[in-house]
């Protein structure tokens, strides 16, 4: 048996169970190496996407860097049993620039990159991430961090965009109206969240602040907003306000609705109001789509 030296790494390794490379026959040289995804023939069908997700990365929202999650995907023809899937990577890393802006406009040029590394029909790309922003309480006007989870989801073909969709879920405060009709002394309020999922029209110009005009249209409609930094003039104000405007989650979703429906960039939407209640176990909820 071999006498192994425990002082070195080599020998700890052995005496762990580590053993020698073997002597290979395959070749070493990537112009001799077999190319199994780039075979072609009859393989039955084409696949809609094919690609990656739960990709971790950087990512740029506004004015801060954030961590976003990635699924990118094209399209494989019947003839073509797959794709290369460091190319996704690669055609990602273009836009690298201390993390990849979050807009339309660089996933659109990723996507270009894509397809044509991969010299397939369509490309795709979805991304979430966290948006951070100032934003100031209601009465001493002091500044802090808030955030809301921001979507993007976009599809390009041969004939241009085939999907455009931009997501956000943010939180707010709601106050039941049937419990401020029945109890003498206050009523029962929760933390709220409301999620979107907003159809681009793609023949309208996406305003720059989009984010900003989206977050309002979710929180001014709630019973109160949420705050990072709160003194005790901004809680009477948040709580005072939350008071005079009781929600049930089904007023939420419909005033919400009006008003994304206005918006002139909005092609349609699916919406949802969820109540974590405070006097239940449960939550309460209410869902929606609509198309114009």
């Not at 930094?229 to 939420?252: C, G, S």
């Given at each position: 048996m071999e006498e192994l030296d425990l002082t070195t790494r080599e020998g700890r390794f052995k005496h762990f169970g580590s053993v020698d490379p073997v002597e290979g026959t395959k070749p070493i040289e990537k112009e001799l190496m077999v190319d199994l995804q780039s075979s072609k023939k009859d393989f039955l069908f084409e696949v809609d996407s094919v690609g990656i997700n739960n990709l971790s990365y950087p990512v740029v929202i506004g004015d801060f860097q954030s961590v976003g999650n990635f699924e990118l995907?094209?399209?494989?023809?019947?003839?073509?049993?797959?794709?290369?899937?460091?190319?996704?990577?690669?055609?990602?890393?273009?836009?690298?620039?201390?993390?990849?802006?979050?807009?339309?406009?660089?996933?659109?040029?990723?996507?270009?990159?894509?397809?044509?590394?991969?010299?397939?029909?369509?490309?795709?790309?979805?991304?979430?991430?966290?948006?951070?922003?100032?934003?100031?309480?209601?009465?001493?006007?002091?500044?802090?961090?808030?955030?809301?989870?921001?979507?993007?989801?976009?599809?390009?073909?041969?004939?241009?965009?085939?999907?455009?969709?931009?997501?956000?879920?943010?939180?707010?405060?709601?106050?039941?109206?049937?419990?401020?009709?029945?109890?003498?002394?206050?009523?029962?309020?929760?933390?709220?969240?409301?999620?979107?999922?907003?159809?681009?029209?793609?023949?309208?110009?996406?305003?720059?602040?989009?984010?900003?005009?989206?977050?309002?249209?979710?929180?001014i409609n709630a019973s109160s907003q949420l705050y990072p930094i709160l003194k005790r003039t901004d809680e009477k104000m948040v709580t005072e306000r939350a008071y005079e405007n009781p929600r049930f989650v089904e007023d939420l979703i419909r005033l919400i609705a009006y008003d994304l429906v206005e918006l002139d960039w909005v092609k349609g939407f699916e919406l949802e109001c969820r109540n974590e209640e405070s006097i239940h176990q449960h939550d309460a909820f209410s869902r929606m789509r609509y198309q114009k």
């Amino acid at each position: 048996m071999e006498e192994l030296d425990l002082t070195t790494r080599e020998g700890r390794f052995k005496h762990f169970g580590s053993v020698d490379p073997v002597e290979g026959t395959k070749p070493i040289e990537k112009e001799l190496m077999v190319d199994l995804q780039s075979s072609k023939k009859d393989f039955l069908f084409e696949v809609d996407s094919v690609g990656i997700n739960n990709l971790s990365y950087p990512v740029v929202i506004g004015d801060f860097q954030s961590v976003g999650n990635f699924e990118l995907a094209t399209s494989l023809r019947k003839n073509e049993k797959g794709i290369n899937m460091s190319r996704i990577l690669e055609s990602l890393e273009t836009q690298n620039d201390g993390g990849v802006r979050l807009d339309f406009g660089t996933l659109e040029t990723v996507l270009g990159t894509l397809r044509d590394r991969m010299d397939q029909e369509s490309a795709e790309v979805t991304a979430d991430g966290k948006w951070y922003f100032a934003k100031q309480s209601p009465h001493t006007q002091l500044s802090g961090m808030a955030h809301a989870d921001v979507k993007y989801s976009l599809e390009i073909g041969e004939s241009g965009t085939t999907r455009k969709q931009l997501g956000m879920t943010a939180m707010v405060t709601t106050l039941c109206p049937c419990s401020k009709g029945i109890s003498e002394y206050s009523a029962h309020n929760q933390r709220g969240y409301v999620k979107v999922l907003l159809d681009i029209d793609p023949e309208k110009e996406l305003p720059d602040d989009h984010r900003e005009q989206l977050y309002e249209v979710l929180e001014i409609n709630a019973s109160s907003q949420l705050y990072p930094i709160l003194k005790r003039t901004d809680e009477k104000m948040v709580t005072e306000r939350a008071y005079e405007n009781p929600r049930f989650v089904e007023d939420l979703i419909r005033l919400i609705a009006y008003d994304l429906v206005e918006l002139d960039w909005v092609k349609g939407f699916e919406l949802e109001c969820r109540n974590e209640e405070s006097i239940h176990q449960h939550d309460a909820f209410s869902r929606m789509r609509y198309q114009k």
